[in-house]
T-cell receptor, first 114, second 116 residues
Framework: QQQVKQSPQSLIVQKGGISIINCAYE??????FPWYQQFPGKGPALLIA?????SEKKEGRFTISFNKSAKQFSLHIMDSQPGDSATYFC?????????????FGKGTSLLVTP | GAVVSQHPSWVICKSGTSVKIECRSL??????MFWYRQFPKQSLMLMAT?????????EQGVEKDKFLINHASLTLSTLTVTSAHPEDSSFYIC????????????FGPGTRLTVT
């Protein structure tokens, strides 16, 4: 059962445009929402993450928007560049001292055209 | 900081043999490590969670006798694929959580296993 639903499955954006990827969850125990970027043949790299106590977090060209009441969060990539072409995964997990694993979305393949 | 390494990066083995994959946290102590499996163009599938000094907790459907996980120290976890078969060919990725109370998980670069 997919606990985090991610859309779209694939996305094509022109250079300089805004890439938007959306995720939704049901489990209200989730309180940490990271985004990972993965290039072919590589492991996922932590891009940016948010906790539910804020509605937005920005790091450079990457912004997470979080809507707690709707149980949705999204990644915005401003001024998208061809080097951003990769697969992006959203994830969610509840807090635990012993360490819960991340629940991943199915991923979005982003292609930024020159 | 927060670097996780895996070794080897790729391995080819014959059917029936065993393969060991190492996962190391290079600059932090990882109380919890996770092992994932990823098929082409798919998401990461959690195989097991291991806490240092404890037995690993396997996800439903993952054969614990086939995928042996050892987390002997705060910086090293190993995954041994025993009696490998072609269907075990996949991309195996570990991640590590930096200490208790930390949310962030950092992933290794992955290990491509091909069983012939």
């Amino acid at each position: 059962q997919q606990q985090v639903k991610q859309s779209p499955q694939s996305l094509i954006v022109q250079k300089g445009g805004i890439s938007i990827i959306n995720c939704a969850y049901e489990n209200t125990a989730f309180d940490y929402f990271p985004w990972y970027q993965q290039f072919p043949g590589k492991g996922p790299a932590l891009l940016i993450a948010i906790r539910p106590d804020v509605s937005e977090k920005k790091e450079g060209r990457f912004t997470i928007s979080f809507n707690k009441s709707a149980k949705q969060f999204s990644l915005h990539i401003m001024d998208s560049q061809p080097g951003d072409s990769a697969t992006y995964f959203c994830a969610a997990t509840p807090y635990s001292n012993s360490g819960y694993a991340l629940n991943f979305g199915k991923g979005t393949s982003l292609l930024v055209t020159p | 900081g927060a670097v996780v390494s895996q070794h080897p990066s790729w391995v080819i083995c014959k059917s029936g043999t065993s393969v060991k994959i190492e996962c190391r946290s290079l600059d932090f102590q990882a109380t919890t490590m996770f092992w994932y499996r990823q098929f082409p163009k798919q998401s990461l599938m959690l195989m097991a969670t291991s806490n240092e000094g404890s037995k690993a907790t396997y996800e439903q459907g993952v054969e614990k006798d086939k995928f042996l996980i050892n987390h002997a120290s705060l910086t090293l976890s190993t995954l041994t694929v025993t009696s490998a078969h072609p269907e075990d060919s996949s991309f195996y990725i570990c991640s590590a959580r930096e200490g208790k109370g930390a949310y962030e998980q950092y992933f290794g670069p992955g290990t491509r296993l091909t069983v012939t």
